[in-house]
């Protein structure tokens, strides 16, 4: 039911060290709304069994749904915080003609009933699991709320990332909001301008809501504490599936402002957990339908844990969840399929037990990519 894959480095590490969570450094959560939910198992299994039992700091890098989920699971009680995140997403109603401020609206609902009272500090002060989230800082017409204008921008996103994805960093810039002991660095051959704030109490909802704030469908979050003032949206507009190279390093204050600017030598050591939807990850989110591959070196240090084919031909409808399934589906329909995706996905979680257990090697493919 589970598929695994591996990169060159991060293969080699297994066969002459084993298969153990103490290998890992970092975990990726990607963005894909709805799509998430074929992971809950294995988040629940990760959290709850997996990394137990873990002493040293684990990195969160999550965009969108991977940011929200990661938000849950840096919580004291993950595997309570992501249940929450399941339940109160799958049963979310919209009315017929829901617009952004209704969608914007819930979003925010959503996110006070997943962390609570105590959440944004757990997440703030967990000393293991670092939450880092991606969002995207807009420039030009994609940072009008105007429909019109941002459907211009946004057409323009789409053209210069049809000729080549380097053009966008005139569109956008990456924010890294960050756990405040983080020492990650995000580069990547398109040299987007990636700048780090840290997450205060006053800030991580907002940057929280920003890396999910999908344009066209929700308001954008202007003017984020603590960050340079402007209009913040989704974090998978740069890093839907991720194409980039995680390091760590010390970090230094800029002196020009409250940003993190990492100027000194950096390692890169740890392997990269990385639960996903499908082997084939696109870079941004203007390569879904795209042919573009990300790069090779970037997953060299990747495991992916992946649904296989029989698995999500065996769910309803034989798919797995997505956007339009709440504008395609009545909602008890929507509602009762993706309940059952999310109690499908502990076959998953058990595939990946039955993998650690017996540690057979021969079960790891290299990606195709």
Known sequence: MIEIYAGKTALKTIQEQGFSQQLFTSMLGASGGPKWFTLFGLDKYIFGEFF????????LIGSSAGAFRFGALAQKDPIAAITRLAKIYSETVYSEKADAIEITTKAKALLDAVYGNHGIEEIINNPIFKAHFIVAKCQGLTSFESRPLQFLG???SIIFNRIDRNLLKHQYQRYVFHHPNS????????????????????????????????????????????????????????????DLNI??????????????????????????????????????????NLARNVQENHYKNVVMLVPSAQFVASLPFGKIPDRKDFTEMDAPTRIKYWRTVLAETERL?????????QANINQIKPFSF
């Open 52 to 59: 137990q039992e873990r002493t040293t700091p684990l990195n």
């Open 154 to 156: 946004l057409l323009s």
């Open 183 to 242: 020492q990650v660095k995000l580069t990547d051959h398109c040299q987007f301008d990636t700048f780090y704030q840290p997450l205060t109490l006053s800030n991580l909802k907002d940057a929280l809501l920003a890396s999910g704030s999908i344009p066209m469908v929700m308001q954008g979050v202007k003017d984020i504490p603590h960050s340079p003032s402007g209009m913040y949206r989704d974090g998978g507009i740069i890093d839907y599936h991720f």
């Open 247 to 288: 390091e760590e390093q010390s970090p230094k204050i800029s002196a020009s402002d409250s940003n993190f600017s990492h100027n000194q030598s950096a390692k890169n050591d740890g392997l990269i957990l990385y639960p996903h939807f499908n082997a084939q990850p696109k870079a941004g989110w203007f390569d879904k």
């Open 349 to 357: 979680a058990e595939g990946f037990d039955a993998f650690c257990q």
